[in-house]
């Protein structure tokens, strides 16, 4: 039934875990006051009457993070099973990966030179 | 090796000696691991959130909480109640479904890592071969319910509030994840129980920590980050984004983000002890010392002091690792969200990737040391 051994105990604890927040909810549904109420629905904006809303179109700084962050994720996903088998490989594995990370490197410098690791 | 012992061995021996089948005994086996787990990481924030109280406390010189239970005990408990009977306001402006949805995935993931931190030998509740690796991905879907908390919520401070959180866990989980490559490159496996194996023998001497200082430290900025823990707490700041993407929440929804929180915390130092400070071991060797004493490893009441032993150090390091970070909460300002990615991009990212490559040349060099 499951391919991968070991893995019904994830479907498992997953199943589990995912009745804490329900179980949560149902049970603070049961105990808590429902009192009705417009005021106590509107949006919190340190007590002001808020002006806009908040889905508006967002500054890109967080985006260029973002993207720099997908390269760098799948770098680390490739360097996990380099480094399981290491011992096995030996030197020309070390100077492939030290290639490999050099190449990322440049990237980073190059993301670092064009500004997309500043803030402002 | 000690085996140590094997609970599940016997509970389903029991089970059949009952008249059971075997497949059914395993499957009645399944979900008690689980609960007790799921039991033991509550109960540990409920002891996190007592100790976070009565030594920020004794750090500004006040009593804090004395009069709920003995030492104020009971104040965990208290507070939790007070969070299930608080009414539960979900804005008019907002988006319920996914006002709702994000606390639950937020909170998910961090108790589904709970699957792999080895207390013993044989007390996890598997040993997956990924090991390691299914806490680094499930620490990485956090943060899309942290942004779909701060979105949903239609308002400016969550809104910045989840992009903060967001944007400062995509930038530490790289120098998390890249100072954990070290440590499985030294126990040429992913696996939670071979990286404590790999860190036994020589008692305090052998932990990783003296092999990995680097790391030790990227991963343990790292986690501080990841947990949003002061001096990385901007995604609530509360004194420019009143309680960041928390700012809509009330009651449980709220609870839940501050037991995900504190769930979080106590996971992160229970990985710091198991990766870097070895895990269930002694500061001496338990097996050396038997044999110096001549006692066969194989003794029960050895091998049971054995597994108690084991818990009580690897919560005994992971408790160590919450107090330092609640000391450092009263220690260190916060910095800046500039700052924060600097240190994280500029800093901890070239150092960890440094690091990485230093340990595979060590490992080149010296075999023997750095695990063969």
Not at chain 1, 80 to 109: D, K, R, S, T
Not at chain 2, 77 to 97: M, N, R, T
Request: net charge negative; proline share 5%.
């Amino acid at each position: 039934m499951f391919v991968l051994n070991g893995y019904e105990y994830f479907l498992g604890f997953l199943l589990i875990c995912s009745l804490v927040p329900v179980l949560a909810f149902v049970t603070a549904r049961l105990v808590r006051p429902h009192p009705e109420g417009v005021e106590r629905r509107i949006t919190y904006e340190s007590g002001m009457e808020p002006i806009g809303g908040a889905w508006i179109q967002f500054n890109i700084r967080y985006y260029m993070f973002a993207l720099v962050f997908v390269i760098f994720d799948v770098e680390t996903v490739f360097l996990y099973p380099w480094a399981v088998a290491f011992n096995q490989l030996g030197l020309l594995a070390f100077v492939e990966a030290l290639i490999f990370i050099a190449i990322l490197v440049v990237g980073l410098v190059y993301a670092w030179r064009k500004g997309a690791l500043e803030w402002s | 090796m000690n085996s140590g012992i094997d609970l599940q061995g016997s509970f389903i021996q029991l089970l059949v000696d009952l008249g059971l089948p075997v497949e059914v005994a395993r499957v009645a086996w399944l979900p008690l691991p689980m609960l007790l787990v799921l039991v033991g990481a509550t109960l540990g924030v409920l002891v996190t959130t007592w100790l976070e109280r009565k030594i920020s406390a004794a750090a500004q010189q006040r009593i804090g909480p004395e009069f709920a239970g003995p030492l104020g005990m009971l104040i965990p408990i208290a507070d939790g109640l007070k969070l299930l009977v608080k009414e539960d306001i979900i804005p008019a402006k907002a988006d319920s479904l996914l006002f709702t949805l994000g606390p639950a995935i937020v909170v998910i993931p961090v108790f589904l890592s709970f699957l792999i931190v080895p207390f013993g030998q044989n007390l996890l509740i598997t040993d997956l071969g990924i090991g390691v690796f299914l806490w680094i991905s499930l620490s990485s879907i956090a943060p899309i319910g942290l942004l779909m908390a701060g979105y949903a919520s239609n308002n400016k401070y969550s809104l910045l509030g989840g992009l903060r959180a967001a944007a400062q866990s995509i930038s530490y989980e790289i120098p998390l994840a890249l100072s954990v490559v070290a440590i499985v490159m030294m126990s040429n496996s992913l696996s939670t129980i071979d990286i404590v194996q790999q860190q036994s023998g020589y008692g305090i001497l052998g932990w990783n920590v003296w092999r990995q200082p680097i790391g030790f430290l990227i991963f343990w900025i790292a986690a501080l980050a990841e947990c949003e823990r002061l001096p990385f707490d901007l995604p609530e700041a509360e004194e420019e984004l009143v309680a960041g993407y928390q700012t809509e929440y009330a009651g449980i929804k709220f609870g839940l983000f501050y037991l995900g929180s504190y769930v979080n915390l106590v996971l992160s130092s229970l990985f710091v002890s198991v990766l870097y400070l070895g895990g269930w071991n002694f500061i001496i060797p338990i097996e050396s010392l038997a044999s110096w004493l001549s006692i066969s490893e194989s003794t029960p009441w050895l091998q049971v002091l054995t597994g108690s032993l084991g818990i009580i150090m690897t919560l005994l390091k992971a408790y160590l690792l919450v107090f330092l970070a609640i000391l450092l909460r009263w220690t260190l300002p916060r910095v800046r969200i500039d700052q924060l990615l600097d240190l994280g991009w500029k800093f901890l990212l070239p150092v960890s990737l440094v690091n990485l490559l230093l340990t595979a040349a060590l490992k080149l060099t010296f075999p023997f040391a750095f695990g063969g």
